[in-house]
């Protein structure tokens, strides 16, 4: 059995560039065990893939193997489609989300993005500095979370917040002093949800579809709150992070700027931005039953853990793994997961990189570094917590 360090945030280089880290895993191991998390991890991007696929072998939810979950994946799981359902019972009920989603006009929202992104710009263009994950990533997310789910849009800064809160709260295994703030946070999500339900029918989006349909299914109403709430934490966190990493690699490459001006190069170009440097960096498994990935032998209640970022940038799946390929295709890229538990408002997220991208292509001067980035401590998902920016010259 082969030993990989620990994935910490604490390592400065690790969170500045983790992919020279991941990339010498994924050329010496396919597959290795991890002391320190006490999981395998699996680095190629077709092994990552089957492992998300394979939901016989491979679960986000250890109740189904007889464990129990930490206090806060038990309130509020990564994937907690599958909390105490059977595996028809998580499909129809991921069904009815996905389809709740998809009832929504995009173009309708695109076009709310667009307005959002030219109102923000406006506002911002006269500031000498301000930090864009607060300004513009933030209140970009927060807007997109709202309308998607059909929210009242808080204060500036509620949503991010009450995320925050909560990804601190998955901690608390490792870090007892977080429990609290956990548990605050999933109390101040509940709320907005509870505020969302008793107003579905003036707001619409996915709290009103879920609602009115509340008396054909065999879902219970508390479910499928459970289940908004994990939509909203993973369309405001993922379209957050990725506003800021996407921004920040403009930045440093005004070049592709640029190159996504041709309309034929937007789409490819956005999903190439998000295979490049997304925001999923990992995410867990737990082996149902005894077997085995490629030719290493996993026992059942063994932690799986799949790679993403090494898998978006494996050599076998991606030619030229490193470069910023705009027009890639085909471009599987894992950054919003793969399969049942892929990302459900990932249209949404795309559109909101477009309207920033176009945005930006249209704000009167270039938008300019304007200090030092400074990361989110986290590896799980890539995201910055500061990045100081500027539009004067």
């Known amino acids: 059995m082969t030993s990989a360090p620990g994935l910490g945030p604490d390592n400065p280089a690790m969170l500045e560039d983790p992919y020279p880290f991941y990339a010498g895993l994924q050329q010496r191991h396919a597959v290795l065990w991890s002391e320190g998390m006490q999981s395998w991890l699996v680095t190629r991007y077709a092994e990552c893939r089957d492992v998300l696929n394979d939901h016989e ?15 806060a994946r038990q309130n509020l ?11 028809a019972g998580e499909k129809a009920l991921r ?12 173009d309708q929202l695109a076009g709310s993005i667009r307005a959002d992104v030219d109102r923000l710009f406006a506002a911002l263009a006269s500031r000498p500095v301000f930090d864009w994950m607060t300004e513009v990533a933030a209140p ?3 807007a997109i979370t709202a309308e998607l789910l059909g929210l009242r849009e808080p204060e500036p800064g509620t949503f991010k917040r009450v995320s925050e809160a909560i990804a601190q709260g998955y901690n608390a295994d490792v870090k007892p002093e977080n429990s609290k703030v956990g548990q605050d946070g999933r109390a101040q999500l509940g709320a907005l949800i509870e505020d969302a339900w008793g107003a579905a029918a003036d707001r619409g989006g996915a709290v009103a579809v ?16 459970e289940n908004l709430g994990l939509l909203f934490n993973g369309s405001f966190a993922a379209i957050f992070a990725a506003c ?12 592709v700027l640029d190159r996504l001006r041709d309309p034929a190069l937007l789409d490819t170009g956005i999903d190439e931005l998000i295979r490049y440097d997304g925001p999923a960096q990992v ?18 209640g063994d932690g ?17 793994p490193n470069e910023l390929v705009l027009d890639r295709k085909p471009n599987r890229h894992l950054g919003f997961g793969w399969g049942m538990h892929g990302c459900v408002g990932q249209a949404f997220g795309r559109a909101a990189l477009r309207g920033l991208v176009t945005g930006l292509h249209e704000a009167p001067t270039p938008l300019r570094l304007a200090g030092t980035p400074v990361r989110l401590r986290a590896t799980s998902v890539r995201s910055l917590d500061s990045l100081p920016v500027t539009f004067a010259e």
């Not at 879920?210 to 709150?225: C, H, I, P, V």
């Not at 800021?244 to 070049?255: C, E, I, K, Q, S």
């Not at 995410?283 to 059942?300: F, P």
């Not at 799986?304 to 030229?320: G, H, K, S, T, Y």
């Open 95 to 106: 069904r009815l989300i996905v389809n709740s989603i998809h009832s929504q006009d995009i």
């Open 57 to 71: 072998r491979f679960t986000q939810d250890r109740k189904q193997i007889g464990g129990t979950a930490s206090e």
């Open 283 to 300: 995410t867990s498994r737990v082996a149902t039953q005894d077997t085995k990935i490629r030719d290493v032998a996993i026992r059942a």
């Open 304 to 320: 799986v853990i799949a790679l993403l970022a090494a898998a978006n940038r494996d050599p076998e799946e991606f030619p030229e």
């Open 77 to 87: 799981q990564a994937s907690a489609l599958s909390d105490g359902l059977d595996p």
């Open 244 to 255: 800021g990493n996407v921004a920040l690699t403009l930045l440093r490459r005004p070049d």
């Open 210 to 225: 879920l609602k009115n349909s509340a008396d054909t299914n065999e879902f219970s109403t508390n479910r499928m709150k």
């Open 140 to 142: 970009l997310a927060a």
